[in-house]
């Protein structure tokens, strides 16, 4: 095949038309796609002293930014669990009468290990590891 | 194949809607050619600058946080954290400034060819209007980043409101959102900035080009006389658009230079209790206005300064707006023509002030 000069021009043109249109794009696109924050990995919170923690209770607390669900059971151990239910990851709620956790969503309901034990969630909710030290509730990521 | 697609989209539009008009449009519209047409093409860079700023804008929007406590950190945010962020933000304010330096000169150029004349007068006034609009996206816009320089930039604007008698103190409040310069006057203009402002420029600008389009470009004196057979005219499509886009692909590069060499400085966040720095100036297209008014001597005979400098221009503005209405005796001895002159040391002044902005 000959390439002739209007062929040849033709294509150069094209190609950096292209090339122009894909300089422009580039950044918008890029622009668009949020820049991940810069906030530092968190791997222990304090969350309170123990004393001040009632029995059969239970608080949210934001560990980085994952919400943590910190439940202290009848014979006072605790317990905490990621507080985004696994099924459309709504808030979930500690049940003071059935010891159970509740995502009110969707009626998905989990044991104080984390199991979902029914309704639509399809895994358990994520364990974090709770000391006492020096009457202060400290939490800890496992693993 | 895929020709035959595309024809057949053509006839499925054309049967419902007739698409006549627009196919006038593409192949029989003319664009007169002679050596003052360089400047038809002032208008279209200034549509493509607006076009620039309403995408930056939009783009700018995603990320941006209106509020005290909110919109510096929101701006250094995007200069700093988003990508090409930085780039975005100095596009939209090298544009805003090219915007209004080529509607300047789309202004003046079409007032020294007469082209505002009968049956035009309508596509002046849209256009003045469109102008006075582009100034009020500029002033609203140069405070968004609640920084030191725009803060009092804004203090010193809405003042001046205030000398207007009776309905100045009421209006300064208006646009203050209250007594004073704060949070709430950011969250006025940011509303001003992205939805009132948009709304009613796009009703303006929407006439201002159905005119042109409906009435055609404007022939100059110089060229209505020449003799039939010696008018050149060139289609507006393609001749015409083309030309049209590569000037706007070059300013687009010339935009994408000043952004990249010459960025647009964030500064310090506004504070309000805070004395005001050193060198407190507006954007360069109301430098004129500042330094006339700072010129002026506190009282002249009983009236404040301040208020006659500020009747002056909104009465030269009104003026300015009905040129087309005005009737002048053509003077045939004189070798410049009333209006003319008139045009001249209109740009003479608004040039020789805003230098002296700059250097006094």
């Known amino acids: ?143 | 194949m895929k020709k035959n697609y595309g024809s057949k989209l053509v006839t499925w539009i054309d049967d419902r809607f007739d698409l006549t008009p627009v196919r006038n449009l593409l192949l029989h519209k003319k664009v007169p050619e002679h050596r003052h047409s360089v400047w038809y093409y002032m208008g279209g860079v200034t549509l493509f600058l607006f076009l620039v700023q309403l995408l930056t804008g939009i783009l700018l929007l995603l990320y941006y946080r209106p509020g005290e406590d909110s919109a510096y950190e929101s701006v250094r945010f995007i200069v700093t954290e988003v990508k090409f962020g930085w780039l975005i933000r100095n596009v939209h304010s090298w544009s805003a400034n090219l915007l209004v330096l080529f509607a300047f000169i789309h202004m003046f150029s079409v007032f020294f060819s007469k082209a505002y004349e009968k049956p035009r007068e309508l596509t002046w006034v849209t256009g003045f209007i469109t102008l006075v609009f582009t100034l009020a996206f500029g002033f609203s816009g140069y405070l968004l980043p609640w920084n030191e320089l725009a803060f009092f930039a804004t203090k010193v604007g809405t003042d001046i409101v205030g000398v207007l008698p009776v309905i100045g103190e009421p209006l300064r409040t208006f646009l203050r959102g209250g007594e004073d310069v704060t949070g709430a006057t950011l969250s006025r203009f940011f509303g001003i900035h992205v939805a009132i402002l948009p709304a009613i420029f796009t009703v303006f600008l929407g006439l201002h080009l159905l005119f042109i389009k409906r009435q055609g470009m404007h022939e100059p004196e110089s060229f209505k006389k020449l003799p039939e057979e010696k008018k050149k005219y060139i289609p507006f499509f393609p001749d015409f658009a083309l030309k049209d886009l590569m000037l706007w692909v070059i300013v687009f590069n010339i935009l994408i230079f000043l952004s990249l060499y010459f960025p647009w400085e964030l500064g310090n966040k506004a504070d309000a209790l805070a004395s005001a720095p050193q060198g407190i100036k507006p954007e360069w297209y109301f430098m004129f206005m500042f330094q006339s008014l700072k010129l002026l001597p506190a009282h002249v005979i009983f009236i404040e300064g301040e208020l006659l400098g500020v009747l002056f221009f909104g009465a030269a503005g009104l003026i300015w707006m009905l040129v087309p209405f005005i009737k002048v005796k053509h003077k045939p001895n004189w070798k410049v023509q009333p209006l003319v002159l008139i045009g001249i040391l209109a740009v003479a002044f608004i040039v020789i002030l805003t230098i002296l902005g700059y250097i006094l």
């Open chain 1, 1 to 143: 095949m000959k390439l002739d000069r209007r062929k040849f021009l033709n294509t150069l043109l094209s190609l950096s038309g292209v090339g122009g249109v894909l300089a422009v794009f580039y950044p918008i696109l890029s622009f668009l796609n949020p820049p991940k924050s810069a906030e530092p990995e968190v791997n222990s919170i304090k969350a309170g002293l123990n004393n001040e923690f009632q029995a059969n209770s239970s608080k949210i607390i934001k560990f980085g930014r994952t919400p943590v669900i910190l439940i202290k059971t009848e014979d006072n151990q605790y317990k905490a669990l990621s507080a985004g239910c696994t099924h459309l990851d709504c808030i979930v709620q500690y049940k003071k009468d059935t010891k159970q956790i509740l995502c009110a969503c969707h009626n998905g309901i989990y044991d104080l290990n984390g199991r979902n034990v029914s309704g639509p969630p399809p895994r358990p909710l994520e364990q974090y590891d709770v000391k006492v030290i020096n009457e202060e509730i400290v939490i800890t990521k496992l693993g």
